[in-house]
């Protein structure tokens, strides 16, 4: 399908219910979680499909976001450290920084403690993300803008809290 018929198509598309969104995110941390106490030393600093980052960064950036949807303030420092560094690290998207940020920041943790991190945060998060009220999900606070030509413009919060930060990592 062409890029420019995208947002036609994926608005077409019915958007899965909150309540189903955290069942299924409940689900997807518990096989994270799995994953991460199954990884060997050798494992974590091993090449993964993004370019710049090892298993480790992967789950180090995973649980860093855990972090930030249990905690607005976590949320807003991770932001505000991100977009500086966007364009330090030569970022298309404001995201790009904030990802940077997750993973200097945690820059010390090694391996080993990331299981039980995981864990923590991703338990958190959940609980958080379960009692978000609708009405605050209905916010369009995410100035996606363009990416690759597309323009994704505003997005409600309840967006990214229920379907955006699902694990693509996780097989179903």
Not at 29 to 53: G, M, P, V, Y
Not at 91 to 106: F, I, K, M, P, S
Request: hydrophobic share 45%; with cysteine.
């Amino acid at each position: 399908m062409p890029a420019r018929d995208f947002p036609r198509e994926a608005a077409a598309l019915n958007r899965i219910a909150h309540h189903e969104a955290m069942e299924l995110a409940a689900e997807e941390n518990r096989r994270f979680r799995t994953i991460l106490e199954q990884l060997r030393s050798e494992d974590w600093q091993k090449a993964t499909d993004c370019s710049r980052w090892t298993v480790r960064d992967i789950a180090l950036h995973v649980t860093a976001s855990a972090e930030a949807q249990a905690s607005p303030v976590e949320f807003l420092r991770q932001a505000w450290q991100g977009r500086r560094l966007t364009a330090d690290i030569g970022g298309r998207h404001w995201v790009d920084g904030l990802n940077e940020a997750q993973l200097r920041t945690r820059i010390g943790l090694s391996g080993q403690d990331l299981p039980a991190r995981w864990h923590s945060a991703a338990d958190a998060a959940l609980k958080a993300r379960k009692r978000m009220p609708a009405i605050v999900r209905a916010l369009p606070l995410l100035p996606f803008g363009t990416v690759d030509g597309i323009d994704f413009g505003w997005q409600p919060l309840g967006y990214l809290f229920d379907v955006g930060f699902m694990s693509a990592m996780v097989e179903k």
